[in-house]
């Protein structure tokens, strides 16, 4: 369990995105590179029940599971409202670096917002790392150099200059949206990225967010 999110306890459009107006939110995730992760939804008023505090196939005993226990400690969150911006840079040079259509031309405003906001201390382009765990919903950062969205929309992670969309441009990342974004605090940085298509977040059908999983050990 990365995070429980009340509904309830959340301003209206306060993020850009139709979630449920009340209940929880549940994130799940396991920052490894062998990661992985999912999203339950549990509306208001359901009966739950308490589960072990490890499951069963992550012992804390086990040393392999030991030190993301210890470098992700359980916690508070509290909420914060802050700017999102699209600055997500990807690696140069095609198959690897693929345009981000469905964003704002960026190039330019990175330069300008690097300059803006470089000695916030918890800022986008901040050289302390991050203090912020979790972000929910707006551009996210990134993930191995992706918009998460984007991966989202094209999990193969392919430039998409193949003719496989009119014209033959590079697909964009069409009705997918970041939910949330993890950063973990684990040696040498780890990130989860929970995204879904909007109609699917609307119907609540969670079952269908894919979960990106980064570790730079």
């Known amino acids: ?30 920052p490894e590179e062998s990661g992985w992760g999912e999203v339950r939804y549990v509306p208001a008023g359901v009966a739950v029940e308490e589960r072990e505090q490890y499951p069963a196939d992550f012992p804390p005993d086990d040393d392999d599971y030991a030190e993301v226990y210890e470098e992700v400690p359980p916690g508070d969150l509290h909420l914060t409202v802050d700017i999102s911006l699209p600055y997500v840079k990807t690696i140069p040079g095609p198959p690897w670096s693929p345009p981000l259509p469905g964003d ?5 405003m990175t330069e300008v917002w690097k300059d803006v ?40 992670g392919r430039s998409g200059y193949d003719g496989s969309v009119p014209g033959g441009g590079p697909p964009d990342h069409g009705d997918w949206v970041l939910l949330a974004e993890f950063h973990g605090g684990r040696q ?15 119907e609540r059908r969670f079952d269908q967010a894919s979960v990106l999983v980064y570790w730079n050990p």
Not at 117 to 145: E, H, Q
């Open 117 to 156: 906001l470089r000695d916030v201390p918890d800022g986008a382009f901040s050289f302390g790392g991050w203090t912020t765990p979790l972000l929910l919903g707006g551009y996210g950062t990134d993930c191995n150099g992706f918009n998460p969205a984007w991966l989202g929309a094209n999990p193969s």
């Open 104 to 108: 704002p031309p960026f190039e330019e």
């Open 1 to 30: 369990m990365i995070a429980t999110i009340d509904c309830a306890a959340l301003p209206a459009d306060v993020t850009d995105l139709p979630l449920p107006s009340d209940g929880q939110l549940l994130l799940f995730g396991w």
């Open 188 to 202: 040498g940085g780890a990130s989860i990225h929970w995204v879904i298509q909007r109609a699917d977040l609307k």
